[in-house]
Antibody, heavy 120, light 108 residues
Framework: QVQLQQSGPGLVKPSQTLSLTCVIS??????????WNWIRQSPSRGLEWLGV?????????VYALSLESRITINSETSKNQFSLHLDSVTPEDTAVYYC??????????WGQGTTVTVSS | DIQMTQSPSSVSASVGDRVTVTCRAS??????LAWYQQKPGKPPKLLIN???ALQSGVPSRFSGSGSGTDFTLTISSLQPEDSATYYC??????????FGGGTKVEIK
């Protein structure tokens, strides 16, 4: 049974970096037919896909165009996890953040969610 | 970006009723369409993939149809536990996904 366990702070100050980690159990971050995603949800934006990392013959990261200048997703095979880093956050980045496994162009396993508030 | 538009935004129906939710894509997405159910405080749960493929363990009262730009999620006989918000998601522009705005299904 695949499970995703998220961790990271629930409060981030404006202009700082939001960092979250998603630890995978029951699957491999380097499996070559799966993609590992970050999504967020807020009342104002709804469900918003943020980015993905996946391994085929090498690692590929793809980001939402609106966030490309601020976002980094990376993977750590030794710990079987992947991480989200979002720079220069503002209160508009306040949301529930989810990691999720992508398979057949859908998201079939989700983390528990992390509520992140951007406030001083 | 492909935009996904759901309707209605909310629906109230009685137990046993047939409920239909519609999702329209701003351009053709073949059958790369997924449906999710989300209950308060929980992450979305994948119900249907590739427009009509029911995920394992999902009750057969849920069904999906459509291709191109127009898609439908149907609950054939609404049950109390189906009270939730339902979202569509396009996978045509993989790996970039977009979601619909959601449909809240309530029990009368």
């Amino acid at each position: 049974q695949v499970q995703l366990q998220q961790s990271g702070p629930g409060l981030v100050k404006p202009s700082q970096t939001l960092s979250l980690t998603c630890v995978i159990s029951g699957d491999s971050v380097s499996r070559n037919d799966i993609a590992w995603n970050w999504i967020r949800q807020s009342p104002s934006r709804g469900l918003e896909w943020l980015g993905v990392t996946y391994y085929r013959s090498g690692w590929t990261n793809v980001y939402a165009l609106s966030l490309e200048s601020r976002i980094t997703i990376n993977s750590e095979t030794s710990k079987n996890q992947f991480s989200l880093h979002l720079d220069s956050v503002t209160p508009e980045d306040t949301a529930v953040y989810y990691c999720a496994r992508g398979s057949f162009r859908a998201l079939d396993v989700w983390g528990q969610g992390t509520t992140v508030t951007v406030s001083s | 970006d492909i935009q996904m538009t759901q309707s209605p935004s909310s629906v109230s129906a009685s137990v046993g009723d047939r409920v239909t939710v519609t999702c329209r894509a701003s351009q053709g997405i073949s059958t790369w369409l997924a449906w999710y159910q989300q209950k308060p405080g929980k992450p979305p749960k994948l119900l249907i993939n590739t427009a009509s493929a029911l995920q394992s363990g999902v009750p057969s009262r849920f069904s999906g149809s459509g291709s191109g730009t127009d898609f439908t999620l149907t609950i054939s006989s609404l049950q109390p536990e189906d009270s939730a918000t339902y979202y569509c998601q396009q996978g045509n522009s993989f790996p970039r996904f977009t979601f619909g705005g959601g449909t809240k299904v309530e029990i009368k």
